[in-house]
């Protein structure tokens, strides 16, 4: 018998959806509930505390980016994988901006779905190695898993956690955007290189000018030393 890896919320209006993503997250032992609008699925995702959720945007009542906002807003820090039938680009990194930790657009293979959603959880597991514990003006706990600016805690994502100390365990190193999708988010070969800039974007909003990242035009992105 598989063991349980914990129960997952799948918020999908199309059934024959629902139950394919249903059936493949059971094989790979998965709990799984099914709820088909955002009003029931916020509320689902309070009384159940998953372990992630599988969120459609286009949804009745209320749509997956007010969902996201909403249970962000309440300090729920679960991971979300964002569904989307839409192709736009502005969906899917608006969504990344309200604190999803990765998307997927229709059609797209269950499998595919399976493993990025356990890449999400591996990420949100931790700890992502031992960053430097002061960094000028931030303070970094990788146990805990938690980030003070000034001695004031900064929310952080499970994916921006694990960004922030990966570039703070070699500070001046310069990492090209396909290496941090590889090395961060588990994705060799990822074309998708504008995910890194939307989460350095993020990074940087909410560590404010304590913020050590900085750009290396034509290159990536890098932490840099206080006082370099």
Not at 4 to 15: A, I, N
Not at 79 to 89: D, K, M, Q, S, Y
Not at 114 to 139: H, I, N, Q, S, Y
Not at 144 to 171: C, K, M, S, W, Y
Request: charged letters at 25%; glycine letters at 10%.
């Amino acid at each position: 018998m598989t063991e349980s890896r914990g129960l997952v919320l799948v918020v999908e209006d199309e059934r024959h959806i629902a139950d394919i993503q249903r059936l493949y997250l059971a094989r790979e032992g998965f709990g799984v509930h099914v709820e088909t609008d955002g009003n029931a699925g916020l509320a689902a995702a309070k009384a159940m505390q998953p372990v992630a959720i599988v969120l459609d945007i286009g949804l009745p009542g209320l749509d997956g980016l007010a969902f996201c906002l909403a249970l962000r807003d309440a300090g729920d820090w679960t991971p979300i994988v964002l569904v989307t039938a839409r192709g736009e680009e502005p969906d899917r990194i608006l969504g990344l901006e309200l604190g999803a930790d990765d998307y997927l657009t229709k059609p797209f293979s269950p499998r595919e779905l399976v493993a990025r959603l356990k890449t999400v959880l591996r990420r949100a597991a931790g700890p992502p190695g031992e960053p430097a514990g002061r960094f000028g003006r931030l303070t970094v706990d990788p146990a805990r898993r938690t980030v003070l600016r000034d001695g004031e805690p900064v929310e952080l994502t499970a994916t921006e956690f694990n960004l922030l100390a990966h570039l703070l365990q070699r500070p001046g190193q310069v990492f090209t955007r396909e290496q941090l999708l590889a090395q961060v988010w588990g994705y060799p070969g990822y074309r998708d290189t504008r995910m890194v800039d939307v989460f350095v974007s993020q990074l940087r909003a909410k560590l404010g000018d304590a913020s050590p990242i900085r750009t290396v035009r034509g290159v990536g992105y890098s932490a840099t030393p206080p006082n370099a």
